[in-house]
Every structure is written in structure tokens, then in C-alpha cells.
């Protein structure tokens, strides 16, 4: 199926090697601290997790933005 890009959309979109590269960033960056987390305990833990996945999705959601 085709799809139909209006002109402002495409001018503003991030290039794909671009995008590529920031999450590649992103993705680096949530393992490293996953990694921190992993010598936490307990609640610590589920928390530290917690905010590295939030790290993770928001920083792929503005990179689509």
C-alpha cells in the first residue's frame, strides 16, 4: 500500500540514519542503566528498572516525534 506524505511532515522528519543513530543512543544507554540496577535490591530495584524503561520509551517517542 502507499502511503501519501504531506511536504511539512517530510521536511521535518528525522533522517533515517538519523533515527538510527539516536536510538542506537537510547538503547545504549537503557542498558547501561539496567546494569546499574542490577546491584539494587528490592523495591530499589523494581523502581530503578521502572524509570530506565520510562527513559527508554520517551526518549524513542520524541525521537518519532
Do not use: H, L, W
Amino acid at each position: 500500500a502507499m502511503v501519501a506524505v504531506t511536504p511539512g511532515y517530510a521536511a521535518s522528519a528525522m533522517s533515517k540514519d538519523s533515527y538510527k543513530s539516536t536510538t542506537r543512543q537510547i538503547d545504549d544507554a537503557f542498558k547501561a542503566d539496567k546494569e546499574q540496577c542490577k546491584a539494587m535490591k528490592g523495591n530499589a530495584k523494581d523502581v530503578c528498572m521502572a524509570e530506565a524503561k520510562a527513559k527508554q520509551k520517551i526518549g524513542k517517542a520524541e525521537a518519532e516525534a
